[in-house]
């Protein structure tokens, strides 16, 4: 989420750097007062939220500001994401709720506030050292300042996988050996899960313990679900679908937010699919989602069981600081689901 908003004059007094202790609840009032200009739908965001997004993830946080005053009047930050590439440990950088409060906007034609709290942020966070890739998912006209100013590049369009949720065509049961356990709390099965599931992605992010526990039970305000197949009576993972009811670009859907299903199990992957289908149906949710690159295995089988690929107004769009993580690179390569965006 991006904001760029309201023309000003310049202001001699401006400061940029990195935010600093006891400035969270200005930032957070410019935050807030920014981006309900600009969306209808927009709901102030907590202190408590802003804490588990910015102070508790466990690869960091990233926050530039500008200031004027003592009070915060622009943004530019990200949510640091621990990646592996090609087996490897690095970091990606997801670019969110970067905005310039109103009164201190430019125009294209020279950089403004938001491009020059940018600036010293790349600077500063990115290299093939540090956050290999920034990326986000920009609104149209951060878009537009971001590839004239800031090197961002398009990645892709995001499409969804959709489904009817009371559809009267049921999905295939799963296995009759196999059963799909219920719980929101992370444990050792998560890791007996990501490390098989490391080698069959080039792209990812890290999927264990440390980030479950903090993206998904200890999120401040969503409740997700975790359904995890293992043998019946057993207490082996093979496979984990993350579930949520809520919304995704203004629709009422079942979310399945995050899968790690090895892509060969085609057994738990169908166990998983009637779980999550049979929440959704017993929800009266009227569609159930889900989100893949489009060469992922799991795409095309979630389609051969009914899901129908659905456009959206989301591109995904990065910069990167090392050569091997080009664009096309990214768009064949990067495994993502809801999960990896801050969208649901």
């Known amino acids: 989420m991006d904001a760029v908003v309201a023309e000003g004059a310049e202001d001699p007094t401006l400061e940029i750097r990195e935010l600093r202790s006891g400035e969270e609840a200005s930032l957070l009032a410019c935050f807030n007062e920014t981006f309900a200009q600009i969306d209808v739908t927009f709901r102030p965001r907590s202190m408590e939220t802003w804490r588990w997004a910015f102070e508790r993830n466990p690869a960091g946080r990233r926050i530039f500001v500008a200031v004027s005053e003592g009070r915060v009047v622009a943004q530019y930050a990200s949510l640091p994401v ?27 034609k020279r950089p403004g506030i938001f491009v020059r709290t940018a600036l010293p ?35 892709r369009e995001l499409c969804t996988l959709e489904r009817d949720a009371q559809s009267s065509v049921a999905l295939p049961p799963g296995p009759a050996e196999l059963e799909v356990v219920e719980t929101d709390r992370v444990g050792e099965w998560i890791e007996n899960l990501w490390r098989p599931f490391q080698p069959s992605q080039r792209c990812l992010a890290v999927r264990d313990a440390a980030y479950f526990g903090w993206r998904y039970s200890d999120h401040p305000s969503h409740r997700y679900v975790f359904g995890i197949a293992r043998a019946r009576g057993g207490s082996d993972a093979r496979g984990l679908a993350v579930y949520r009811r809520g919304t995704f670009a203004g629709k009422d859907a079942a979310l399945l937010v995050d899968w790690m299903v090895p892509s060969g199990d085609r057994a738990a992957g169908d166990a998983l699919l009637a779980w999550a289908a049979g929440r959704a149906q017993a929800e009266s949710a009227p569609r159930l989602s889900a989100l893949f690159p489009t060469w992922e295995p799991w795409s095309e ?19 990167n600081f090392a050569k091997a993580c080009d664009m096309g690179w990214l768009r064949d390569h990067w495994y993502y689901t809801f999960g990896d965006f801050d969208l649901v």
């Open 121 to 155: 942020f790349f600077d500063r966070y990115g290299g093939a050292d540090k956050d290999v890739v920034m990326f986000g998912l920009p609104v149209p006209q951060a878009w537009r300042v971001g590839k004239t100013f800031l090197q961002y590049e398009m990645v």
């Open 82 to 108: 621990r990646m592996l590439l090609d087996g490897k440990p690095t970091h990606f950088g997801q670019i969110v709720d970067s905005m310039a409060h109103p009164g201190y906007r430019r125009g294209l």
């Open 301 to 319: 089988h979630f389609q051969d069981r009914g899901f129908r690929v659905r456009p959206t107004r989301y591109f995904l769009v990065a910069r």
